[in-house]
């Protein structure tokens, strides 16, 4: 049968394909064998049909995630560099801490109540507030401390240094 | 908890087996997919460890010095100069990279970092691009905090370390940095462009932790601390 009445619809859907794609894609090769060159015995191909979803990955940075998801290539060991071992660093931090808090703990947890109580209430009855009312503090947070102020927010166990404070404390308002 | 298998080692030409039957795949560096409309296939194209990830994920491990700038990759640069925007940063690619003025931790347009020329920084690459010269960013991406990035002062760079070298160094199965850290205190910063910074105390410890890490690259985790030994012996 010749290839115009192949490429008519009826034919095409005795067939069981679409028209219009045989008829051009036979037109195509119609024009195709008279003036293209092509290789006998070889079909040819006018779609690339690609039946796989590939991605692709240009470099190492997501593979090493899968292993470190979190991973730095900044590192510090035996405590070189603390702020890149923050963990470590406090952990070893309270240790000390806590070595030297054992010898005047319960000098410290009476300080600590004592301070409590005045946070808490604000003044009591002419108590002392050694920390609070230091010239440091009725000042203001703003301005920067003179070296010899700072011995004085140290937690003053002696009465008769916080007796000293004591004596600026109706010169300056606190703010 | 997800783990990057190694496989067998695979030449130019070789095709990978296991991938033919996936429809949706992730290729990593080293292998394409071919299909000539008769056969598709995955190749290998460097020689090197073929690796298999989750999701259907295939890439190679091979050993390469040129570096090639990726997205999201760690870099050690050297600033090379500046200009009105910020640091033109060298990181051994083909093309300088850009680093702006502003793309660090609290920073605003009145207090910029002032690097020197000639000062190392450690920094994420943020644009990498064929066509587009690479840029830089001393913030981490999600939370934008420091999180190690910045100028990197003192210390010692040692150049020309293969890639894959860098990459095993990065990885927690890796023994070497640990084990030196246990006798030398000394910190790091592991850049993916082939470039280690190393700090420490003197100079002594720092070149002999400059040669652990050269000497330790095809040694097997006990050949690495027999390493460690023998350059301690020295200090």
Known sequence: MSSKLMSMKFMQRAQGSTGSDTAESASAKHIQNDEHWTLPGVNVITQKKQSKNIEYESGYSSFLAIDRPNYSGRASFGLFNKALEPARADAE????????????????????????????????HGETRSVTNSPASTRGSGKKRKSSELTHDVISLDSSQSKKVHKNKHKKKRK | MAQVKEGNFVFPGDVVEGADTLNSLRLGPGLVYRNNGTEERICATRAGVLCTAPKHTFYQDFRQKRYIPSLNDHV????VSRNADGYRVDIGSAHSAQLNGLAFENVTRKSKPNLAVGSLVYARVSLADKDMEPELECVDATSGKAAGFGELKGGYLIQNISLSHVRSLLQSSNVLLSSIGTHIPFEIALGLNGRI???????QTTVAIANAIKQSEYKSPEECTELIHAILKTL
Do not use: F, P
Request: charged content about 50%; glycine content about 14%.
């Open chain 1, 93 to 124: 931090g309270s240790d000390v801490k806590k070595g030297s808090d054992e010898d005047s703990e319960d000098d410290e947890t009476t300080e600590r109540e004592r301070r409590k109580r005045e946070g808490k209430s604000g003044k009591k």
């Open chain 2, 197 to 203: 910074w190393v700090n420490s105390g003197s100079i």
């Open chain 2, 76 to 79: 050690v640069g050297q600033i």
